[in-house]
């Protein structure tokens, strides 16, 4: 009787498996993209490690301590195009330190506490495009060396102490397209400052320097890309000084630390002065508010209003012909007929999203927006019993909807008739009850992206997502099938064309052989977030090619039979399961080791079994699985054993037959 428990004894014995785990503790460079791109960030070192290639391209060094940079410091990194040193303690970057770097694109310095760039310290570069000086506390534009700068596109000067903004008459401004003075000292500016801008279309950030002044006119003729100057209090004290000037963008606002600012019709005077496409008054409050208010606001064809406590927009506003965006985001209406769109008439973009209050859709309230593109009224907290054809009445070219976070809402057969050409629908975390047998979505056969995450669905109402013949992307996040399974026939078999399938945290259990096979096309599928066992990869045996996420589930072991489909999609990720990482596994934890350019978030992939090797990670961990010296020892005993109790029945059947002839 006690024959089975000494056998298995044994053959655990025999095939017993020794596991060790192979770690480095050298703190080394990471790398991105071999013999190209490289991570060396906050390792504390000195000097450039010998263990970088010579063709490294894109370093990334910053956090480390280099308090002197000179000729010799990156000279044998000669195709560098790419160049991090944020916060390296750099006080003196001496001459001709980049003298042999004729392919540098970008230097990156912010947060040195620079005292010193020689003159010919950016010589080398034969195309310096991008220059970052951000916290170096500059203080004079004549610090920054002038040689070898023709081609700078982007200069970035930000939280310095700047008091002027004129570069001297030698500095190449002619080819820039971004100038970022923001969080300076420039409190005053004259057209003296501004003439020394050679360049057309720049880009000028000067946020948050208290501008008190501006010579009118500073900026007469000067034509830009953008705008910003964001934290002045004083608008007309801005516009004032931007008479007869051109810039696409022009961004006026405050920001949420600070007490915003009443906005009376008589500062925006000088807005009738100035040619503007889109203008930002953000966080501003209006006084005085009427359609006298958006006189010189009629160029527009963007304006943004967020956070500036309206709670209606006057009637009879009168020659917005031309604008097409129009953000309300962050105010107090109560109804969405209160924006009066009618005096918005070519609106292509409409967004009020985060509204201070429920937002009432009414009926018809954007009837009059024939020409609207996209509409997002998110965050709203909107309650819609019968939802959407009265509140979008009117609206039939309209192709994007964001309805998410509101409260609850009710659909019905059809529910999307006025806007059959949705092509983007999104009502994440809104608790949907369709009210109807059919689908909802019947009449909208453009429709490609379609998010019903978070909405307490009744995933398993195979009816849900008919007549949806051109979807590609589909989200259903956080909703429940029945019993946990996502069965043979289900709601996925009428939208054949998905590409991009998620259906993570849907609290899924088991998923059928058969449930995707009508699947042919999809190349993302985030299982992720669920209680999925090993035994649910049999259902992608026809898939290939696949972004498939299967981290935080409950696979444990993964059967050779299963690791072709494994093999034959593109990036996977199998982090925080509950993998087992023994002998049962080895198979598994071979072919990981083997497909470690496959594999996604490798640092969170770690094995729970045995607990000696709990929290390693699998890259890092090695089994010998076969038979041991001890195991060696016991197969020869028990070779020995089984010999002489052969040897003894053969006796002992031998001496029974004699005696029974």
Request: contains cysteine; charged residues 15%; aromatic residues 8%.
């Given at each position: 009787m006690?024959?089975?428990?000494?056998?298995?004894?044994?053959?655990?014995?025999?095939?017993?498996?020794?596991?060790?785990?192979?770690?480095s503790?050298?703190?080394?460079?990471?790398?991105?993209?071999?013999?190209?791109?490289?991570?060396?960030?906050n390792?504390?070192?000195?000097?450039?490690?010998?263990?970088?290639?010579?063709?490294?391209?894109?370093l990334?060094?910053?956090?480390?301590?280099?308090?002197?940079?000179?000729?010799?410091?990156?000279?044998r990194?000669?195709?560098?195009?790419?160049?991090?040193?944020?916060?390296?303690?750099?006080?003196?970057?001496?001459?001709?330190?980049?003298?042999?770097?004729?392919?540098?694109?970008?230097?990156?310095?912010?947060?040195?506490?620079?005292?010193?760039?020689?003159?010919?310290?950016?010589l080398?570069?034969?195309a310096?495009?991008?220059?970052?000086?951000?916290?170096?506390?500059?203080?004079?534009?004549?610090?920054?060396?002038?040689?070898?700068l023709?081609?700078?596109?982007?200069?970035?000067?930000?939280?310095?102490?700047?008091?002027?903004?004129?570069?001297?008459?030698?500095?190449?401004?002619?080819?820039?397209?971004?100038?970022?003075?923001?969080?300076?000292?420039?409190?005053?500016?004259?057209?003296?400052?501004?003439?020394?801008?050679?360049?057309?279309?720049?880009?000028?950030?000067?946020?948050?320097?208290?501008?008190?002044?501006?010579?009118?006119?500073?900026?007469?003729?000067?034509?830009?890309?953008?705008?910003?100057?964001?934290?002045?209090?004083?608008?007309?004290?801005?516009?004032?000084?931007?008479?007869?000037?051109?810039?696409?963008?022009?961004?006026?606002?405050?920001?949420?630390?600070?007490?915003?600012?009443d906005?009376?019709?008589?500062?925006?005077?000088?807005?009738?002065?100035?040619?503007v496409?889109?203008?930002?008054?953000?966080q501003?409050?209006?006084?005085?508010?009427?359609?006298?208010?958006?006189?010189?606001l009629?160029?527009?064809?963007?304006?943004?209003?967020?956070?500036?406590?309206?709670?209606?927009?006057?009637?009879?506003?009168?020659?917005?012909?031309?604008?097409?965006?129009?953000?309300?985001?962050?105010?107090?209406f109560e109804?969405?007929?209160?924006?009066?769109?009618?005096?918005f008439?070519?609106?292509?973009?409409l967004?009020?999203?985060?509204?201070?209050?429920?937002?009432?859709?009414?009926?018809?309230?954007?009837?009059?927006?024939?020409?609207?593109?996209?509409?997002?009224?998110?965050?709203?907290?909107?309650?819609?019993?019968?939802?959407?054809?009265?509140?979008?009445k009117?609206?039939?070219?309209l192709?994007?909807?964001?309805?998410?976070?509101?409260?609850?809402?009710g659909?019905?057969?059809?529910?999307?008739?006025?806007?059959?050409?949705?092509?983007?629908?999104?009502?994440?975390?809104?608790?949907?009850?369709?009210?109807?047998?059919?689908?909802?979505?019947?009449?909208?056969?453009?429709?490609?992206?379609?998010?019903?995450?978070?909405?307490?669905?009744?995933?398993?109402?195979?009816?849900?997502?008919?007549?949806?013949?051109?979807?590609r992307?589909?989200?259903?996040?956080?909703?429940?099938?029945?019993?946990?399974?996502?069965?043979?026939?289900?709601?996925?078999?009428?939208?054949?064309?998905?590409?991009?399938?998620?259906?993570?945290?849907?609290?899924?259990?088991?998923i059928?052989?058969?449930?995707?096979?009508?699947?042919?096309?999809?190349?993302?599928?985030?299982?992720?977030?669920?209680?999925?066992?090993?035994?649910?990869?049999?259902?992608?045996?026809?898939?290939?090619?696949?972004?498939?996420?299967?981290?935080?589930?409950?696979?444990?072991?993964?059967?050779?039979?299963?690791?072709?489909?494994?093999?034959?999609?593109?990036?996977?990720?199998?982090?925080?399961?509950?993998?087992?990482?023994t002998?049962?596994?080895?198979?598994?934890?071979?072919?990981?080791?083997?497909?470690?350019?496959?594999?996604?978030?490798?640092e969170?992939?770690?094995?729970?079994?045995?607990?000696?090797?709990?929290?390693?990670?699998?890259?890092?961990?090695?089994?010998?699985?076969?038979?041991t010296?001890?195991?060696?020892?016991?197969?020869?005993?028990?070779?020995?054993?089984?010999?002489?109790?052969?040897?003894?029945?053969?006796?002992?059947?031998?001496?029974?037959?004699?005696q029974?002839?």
């Amino acid at each position: 009787m006690m024959a089975p428990p000494v056998s298995c004894l044994l053959v655990a014995v025999l095939f017993s498996a020794s596991c060790k785990a192979t770690t480095s503790s050298d703190q080394t460079c990471t790398e991105k993209e071999a013999n190209k791109i490289y991570n060396c960030e906050n390792l504390g070192l000195r000097e450039i490690p010998d263990t970088l290639p010579n063709t490294t391209e894109f370093l990334e060094f910053s956090f480390n301590f280099l308090p002197a940079i000179q000729n010799t410091t990156f000279c044998r990194l000669t195709n560098l195009i790419f160049l991090d040193l944020t916060r390296c303690q750099i006080n003196w970057i001496h001459e001709d330190t980049f003298q042999s770097h004729h392919q540098l694109d970008t230097l990156v310095l912010t947060g040195n506490p620079l005292i010193f760039m020689a003159e010919t310290s950016l010589l080398g570069p034969r195309a310096l495009k991008h220059l970052f000086l951000i916290q170096t506390g500059i203080s004079n534009l004549e610090f920054i060396p002038v040689h070898n700068l023709e081609n700078l596109e982007s200069l970035y000067l930000g939280s310095n102490h700047i008091s002027s903004m004129k570069f001297p008459g030698n500095f190449p401004t002619q080819n820039l397209k971004v100038l970022d003075f923001q969080n300076n000292a420039l409190h005053f500016l004259s057209r003296e400052d501004l003439n020394t801008l050679g360049a057309t279309n720049l880009s000028l950030n000067l946020d948050s320097n208290d501008i008190k002044g501006m010579e009118p006119g500073a900026f007469h003729a000067k034509v830009f890309q953008s705008l910003r100057f964001g934290g002045t209090l004083d608008v007309s004290v801005i516009l004032k000084g931007l008479q007869n000037s051109t810039t696409r963008s022009l961004w006026l606002g405050t920001y949420e630390d600070t007490e915003s600012q009443d906005l009376t019709p008589a500062m925006l005077e000088g807005l009738c002065e100035v040619s503007v496409e889109s203008m930002s008054l953000r966080q501003f409050r209006f006084s005085d508010l009427s359609a006298t208010t958006f006189r010189c606001l009629t160029p527009l064809r963007e304006l943004d209003l967020t956070a500036t406590h309206l709670r209606e927009l006057p009637s009879g506003i009168q020659g917005m012909n031309l604008l097409r965006k129009l953000v309300l985001s962050v105010n107090h209406f109560e109804q969405l007929c209160q924006i009066n769109a009618a005096s918005f008439p070519a609106l292509t973009d409409l967004s009020i999203k985060g509204n201070l209050g429920v937002l009432d859709l009414g009926a018809g309230c954007l009837e009059k927006l024939a020409n609207l593109r996209r509409l997002d009224l998110s965050h709203n907290g909107i309650q819609a019993s019968d939802c959407c054809n009265l509140p979008l009445k009117g609206l039939h070219h309209l192709q994007y909807l964001n309805l998410s976070y509101a409260v609850s809402m009710g659909l019905r057969r059809q529910a999307f008739q006025e806007s059959p050409k949705l092509e983007v629908l999104d009502l994440a975390f809104t608790h949907l009850t369709v009210m109807a047998s059919q689908s909802p979505f019947q009449n909208l056969p453009l429709l490609q992206v379609l998010n019903l995450s978070h909405c307490l669905l009744d995933a398993s109402n195979q009816h849900l997502l008919e007549g949806l013949g051109g979807l590609r992307q589909l989200n259903l996040q956080g909703n429940r099938f029945q019993d946990g399974s996502l069965s043979k026939t289900n709601l996925l078999q009428t939208v054949a064309g998905l590409e991009v399938l998620i259906l993570s945290s849907c609290e899924l259990l088991s998923i059928d052989q058969q449930a995707f096979h009508s699947l042919g096309n999809v190349t993302h599928l985030d299982l992720s977030h669920n209680s999925l066992t090993e035994n649910s990869i049999d259902a992608l045996g026809h898939l290939k090619g696949l972004y498939l996420n299967l981290a935080t589930n409950s696979i444990r072991i993964i059967p050779p039979r299963l690791l072709p489909i494994l093999s034959q999609q593109s990036t996977i990720n199998l982090s925080h399961n509950p993998l087992d990482c023994t002998c049962s596994n080895v198979r598994f934890i071979t072919w990981f080791r083997e497909n470690l350019h496959k594999l996604e978030d490798m640092e969170e992939t770690v094995c729970e079994n045995p607990p000696s090797l709990r929290g390693v990670k699998l890259s890092e961990v090695e089994l010998s699985c076969g038979i041991t010296a001890v195991g060696i020892f016991f197969l020869v005993v028990f070779l020995f054993l089984f010999t002489i109790l052969l040897i003894f029945a053969v006796k002992f059947l031998l001496r029974w037959k004699y005696q029974h002839i």
